[in-house]
């Protein structure tokens, strides 16, 4: 059935007109919905982007903060185990100091000797020994008899001063190994007559800190207040008292190139450094020495590593936890991805969505423009199912042209 406003039709309807307009009027809905997906497109491509962009930045400088707060943690907590250990070594000393039998022993030697031999196998110390203070000694005279002159140590007088001390990494005289040397006054009454020496093997150090982790390829390692490494899970750098900035003077000196061809490199293969990496690791080590606690980071085998240090209390040591950027930041890629991913769903989702809000646009459009189209020809009729109706009861611009399209054709 037909609704027939206006019965008067063009008699001589040119269908060739009819045809090129239908044409046209494809041609222009075409374009609209291809503008308007378009422009919807491009406003979600821009958002997304944006939005990505900002999620990755955000994301990556909450995941850098989050590991470098837990290498700090780590460093923090393994200086303390080591703080720990070296105080209970210092208490087992005082205690063998302070014991009775050793006090009244005074100067006899032999007697002293006899009674470190039978402790020592209880304690974690290498060899123990007695500095006679008394008698103006420079030697340490060992339970085992050897003797070691140690001439005017710093180390030795604060000892006995009155004060329990531990000493940097030396190398002993007689074993050219690292040891670590602890000392505790021995009195008599009021007065110091002696000074209880506790020599440890200070490959003790460096096993502390292998046993430190970080991911897989993370280690720890300490350096004293002149930047000399010593603990470290490369035992060469810690016999060969390794020291960057003395490296890297030597090479220049030594001019020998780019390359460092050394047992005291840090790669546990015993690879070489280049000459960046070296300035690299020096300025981190300089760092580290200033700061005495924070993050720093430097180059290693062409890869980027972080760092967390912080001091050993109680000693002049720094220990660091290091491990590769790539390591530390392992978690990144995958959340990256995922915002990729993400990213593109909502994009997708976007473009599918402008096609909805498009045809919603161009449909209308497209129907009136038919009947449009058909009122140029002189056809004034309307289908009672013609969506013109619907198109009425519309509040907005596509039902006010609907109506005023209806009163035109009513009049």
Do not use: C
């Amino acid at each position: 059935m037909k609704i027939n406003f206006k019965r008067k039709k063009q008699k001589n309807q040119n269908k060739q007109k009819n045809k090129n307009s239908t044409k046209f009027h494809k041609i222009q809905l075409q374009s609209i919905r291809f503008k308007v997906i378009a422009l919807f497109s491009a406003a979600i491509l821009f958002v997304s982007l944006v939005i990505g962009l900002l999620g990755l930045s955000i994301s990556r400088r909450i995941v850098t903060e989050e590991a470098e707060k837990g290498m700090m943690a780590l460093a923090e907590q393994s200086a303390k185990l080591t703080q720990d250990r070296i105080e209970n070594l210092t208490a087992i000393l005082k205690t063998l100091a302070d014991a009775s039998e050793l006090s009244r022993m005074g100067l006899r030697s032999s007697e002293q000797m006899e009674s470190l031999k039978k402790v020592l196998e209880y304690t974690d110390f290498e060899m123990l020994g007695v500095l006679n203070v008394a008698a103006h000694s420079s030697s340490i005279l060992y339970a085992d008899g050897t003797v070691e002159n140690v001439g005017e140590s710093e180390f030795l007088n604060r000892a006995a001063e009155g004060e329990t001390v531990v000493s940097d990494l030396v190398i002993h005289s007689g074993t050219g190994e690292p040891v670590v040397m602890f000392a505790t006054p021995i009195t008599e009454g009021e007065n110091i007559v002696s000074v209880l020496v506790g020599r440890m093997n200070g490959i003790v150090l460096s096993e502390i800190t292998s046993d430190i982790t970080y991911g897989a390829t993370g280690h720890a390692y300490m350096v004293n207040q002149n930047g000399i490494i010593v603990a470290h899970q490369d035992r060469d750098l810690v016999s060969g008292r390794w020291n960057p900035a003395d490296e890297l003077r030597r090479i220049e000196t030594s001019q020998a190139g780019e390359g460092v061809d050394s047992v005291s490199s840090s790669t546990a293969e015993g690879g070489a450094f280049k000459r960046e990496e070296l300035e690299s690791i020096s300025a981190a080590f300089d760092e580290m020495l200033e700061k005495k606690t924070g993050l720093s980071s430097f180059l290693m085998d062409g890869k980027e590593y972080m760092q967390a240090y912080t001091e050993v209390e109680g000693t002049n040591w720094i220990l660091a936890v290091t491990a590769e950027k790539s390591d530390v930041l392992a978690s990144l890629p995958g959340l990256t991805n995922s915002l990729v991913i993400t990213g593109l769903a909502v994009l997708a989702a976007g473009i599918i969505l402008s096609f909805f809000i498009g045809s919603s646009f161009a449909n209308p459009i497209e129907n009136l423009t038919r009947i449009l189209g058909r009122v140029a020809d002189y056809d004034l009729t309307v289908d009672e199912n013609s969506p013109v109706f619907k198109y009425m009861k519309r509040r907005d611009e596509v039902g006010k042209i609907a109506g005023a399209l209806m009163k035109a054709l009513e009049s």
